[in-house]
Nanobody
Framework: VQLQASGGGLVQAGGSLRISCEAS????????VGWFRQGPGKAREAVSC???????????HYDLSVAGRFSVSRDEVKGTVSLRMTEMKPEDTAAYFC???????????????????WGQGTQVTVSS
């Protein structure tokens, strides 16, 4: 199982960016997918989680620090998961990682990082 987060880059404060998560060998439709980030000198932070759209209603969850600014979604055709980030702030600067649960379909306890596989991060830098 390989996950790849992509789409990171440099954006000005107040700007927007979309990053995506893709799995090799399978689609993400039937899996809970989490987004996490780790800024320079900081511990890993939970950002968002989206539940399986096949086995559940696909509930979405957000950390308070990004609620109302970030939006997680699925591309049912591509079988990928994206994180749309708006009104970005310098404190959003971090490496962003996606992670997948292979058997658990929902986002229970997602903030604890209990996911089976993790992808390599994509760097997001927000300039002030």
């Amino acid at each position: 199982v390989q996950l790849q987060a992509s789409g990171g880059g440099l954006v000005q404060a107040g700007g927007s960016l979309r990053i995506s998560c893709e799995a090799s060998g399978f689609t993400l439709d039937d899996h809970a997918v989490g987004w996490f980030r780790q800024g320079p000198g900081k511990a890993r932070e939970a950002v968002s989680c989206i539940a399986s759209s096949v086995r559940t209603a696909g509930a979405k969850h957000y950390d308070l620090s990004v609620a109302g600014r970030f939006s997680v979604s699925r591309d049912e055709v591509k079988g990928t998961v994206s994180l749309r980030m708006t009104e970005m702030k310098p404190e959003d600067t971090a490496a962003y990682f996606c992670a997948v649960r292979m058997s658990v379909a929902d986002c229970r306890d997602w903030r604890q990082g209990s996911f089976d596989y993790w992808g390599q991060g994509t760097q997001v830098t927000v300039s002030s």
